[in-house]
């Protein structure tokens, strides 16, 4: 059984920085994605960040390039998104998924718990 377990989330200032984990466990795909989403109040969920398996330079989404990055510890299946430079816009639930596949069009299969962000002004 596929878990992802999101952690890390909190109470900031703008400005401040937060690393996300997400711990992945039951999975063994020969090829996978596995990345970032948030939903903010009233706001459909967004893509913010993901990562395929086969190295290819990661996604991030317009509104935070520069100040997320996205890494991951083999490992330890972790998967992290460090966060600075936070803004209240970035105010959201954190969701990880992971997908069995690296092809781009494919839906999100596996979803973890989410964990709050809350960036004050």
């Known amino acids: 059984e596929v878990q992802l377990q999101a952690s890390g989330g909190g109470l900031v200032q703008a400005g401040g920085s937060l690393r996300l984990s997400c711990a992945a466990s039951g999975f063994t795909f020969p090829d996978y994605a596995i990345g970032w989403f948030r939903q903010a ?11 395929n398996s086969n190295g290819d330079s990661p996604y991030y989404a317009d509104s935070v ?7 991951s510890d083999n490992a330890k299946n972790i998967v992290y998104l ?3 430079d936070l803004k209240p816009e970035d105010t959201a639930i954190y969701y990880c998924a992971t997908r069995p596949t690296i092809r781009p069009s494919s839906s999100w299969t596996y979803w973890g718990q989410g964990t709050l962000v809350t960036v004050s002004s």
């Not at 390039?65 to 890494?71: D, E, N, Q, W």
């Open 41 to 51: 109040p009233g706001k459909e969920r967004e893509g913010v960040s993901y990562m």
């Open 65 to 71: 390039k520069g100040r997320f990055t996205i890494s």
């Open 82 to 84: 460090l966060m600075n």
